[in-house]
């Protein structure tokens, strides 16, 4: 059974950061593309941040370039977002989630495996 389960998130303060973590299970992570996605109430869900599955190509979204790193480690099967220099615009529930292609994918639609989230409060 495919299981991705988000941890880390909370309520800082506009400067703070925070690391969000998503521990896989259930198939192969190595052989997986892995992106972060976030939801704030009312918009759709956009991509933060994806890293592929071996070489670690990395790509951001403008609004968290510099200020988000994603990072993987295969041998514990789990993905990281570190969050620096939050702003209150970054609040949402964010979303790790997987997809097997031969290239980076940047739409929600075309993930395969997501996890139920994780609530970033960011408070001005």
């Known amino acids: 059974q495919v299981q991705l389960v988000e941890s880390g998130g909370g309520l800082v303060q506009t400067g703070g950061s925070l690391r969000l973590s998503c521990a896989a299970s259930?198939?192969?992570?190595?052989?997986?593309?892995m992106g972060w996605f976030r939801q704030a109430p009312g918009r759709e869900r956009e991509l933060a941040a994806v890293i592929s599955r071996s070489e670690g190509i990395t790509y951001y979204a403008d609004s968290v370039k510099g200020r988000f790193t994603i990072s993987r480690d295969n041998a514990k099967n789990t993905v990281y977002l570190q969050m620096n220099s939050l702003k209150p615009e970054d609040t949402a529930v964010y979303y790790c989630a997987g997809v097997w292609s031969y290239s980076l994918k940047y739409s929600a639609r075309d993930y395969n495996y997501w996890g139920q989230g994780t609530q970033v409060t960011v408070s001005s």
């Open positions: 259930g198939f192969t992570f190595s052989s997986f593309d």
